[in-house]
């Protein structure tokens, strides 16, 4: 069975206290896996796709990588304005369905 | 670009009533997704269209729940009779489907609590 675990399921970091949140997954056949961020009432926001292992994508301070197993999103001195709720998703070859963790809620104090 | 457009943004109603979303996708985009988001869940997808077709509607309550995709373009999702399990936020995305970068964006959803 597709599945996708995001760990931590909350993190508090000092601004500037870098860190690294978790998604691992077991799907047959992995298409893409996808970050987002979500900020309280408001749609998911696409951060990055990730297709092959080894692959790593940058923006601003954030960094995702992917092995074959898990992927990470590296917060580098992390700002309040990083506080939102980060969403892990994967997609399969087969079929079109796209797989959510249950995030992981990143609170930054200034 | 424009977004994914969805509306209402919020709505309260009382159990039993019915109550519809309406859903604009990016223009272009051939595949839209009506998803279901609980408090502190990730979004649970409840039917894809790829073009007029619906082609994943296993999660769809479908004694309760309908959707349409009249002409490809837009979709209305409808609950009724709505019940009190059946507050959470219903996120609405699309993606162009059949290219690399298949990427799916989302709406800002609509909020319904149900009384």
């Known amino acids: 069975e597709d599945q996708v675990t995001q760990s931590p399921e909350a993190l508090r970091l000092q601004e500037g206290e870098s860190s690294s949140l978790n998604c691992s997954y077991t799907?047959?056949?992995?298409?893409?896996l996808f970050w987002y961020r979500q900020d309280p009432g408001k749609g998911p926001e696409f951060l990055f796709t990730?297709?092959?292992a080894g692959e790593e994508k940058e923006k601003e301070r954030l960094k995702a990588t992917l092995t074959k197993k898990e992927s990470f999103l590296h917060i580098t001195a992390p700002k309040p304005e990083d506080s939102a709720t980060y969403l892990c998703?994967?997609?399969?070859?087969?079929?079109?369905?796209?797989?959510f963790g249950t995030g992981t809620s990143l609170t930054v104090i200034p | 670009e424009a977004g994914v457009v969805q509306s209402p943004r919020y709505k309260i109603i009382e159990k039993k009533q019915p109550v519809a979303f309406w859903c604009n996708p990016i223009?272009?985009?051939?595949?839209l997704y009506w998803y279901r988001q609980n408090l502190g869940q990730g979004p649970e997808l409840l039917i894809r269209?790829?073009?007029?077709?619906?082609?994943?509607d296993s999660q769809l309550p479908k004694d309760r729940f309908s959707a349409e995709r009249l002409k490809g373009v837009d979709s209305t999702l409808k609950i009724q009779p709505a019940e009190l399990g059946d507050s959470a936020v219903y996120l609405c995305?699309?993606?162009?489907?059949?290219?690399?970068?298949?990427?799916?964006?989302f709406g800002p959803g609509t909020r319904l609590t149900v009384l």
């Open positions: 995305a699309s993606s162009r489907t059949g290219v690399s970068t298949d990427t799916q964006y």
């Open positions: 799907v047959s056949g992995l298409r893409g």
């Open positions: 990730l297709y092959s």
């Open positions: 998703a994967v997609r399969r070859f087969t079929g079109n369905q796209f797989y």
């Open positions: 223009s272009g985009h051939n595949t």
């Open positions: 269209y790829e073009n007029e077709e619906a082609v994943d």
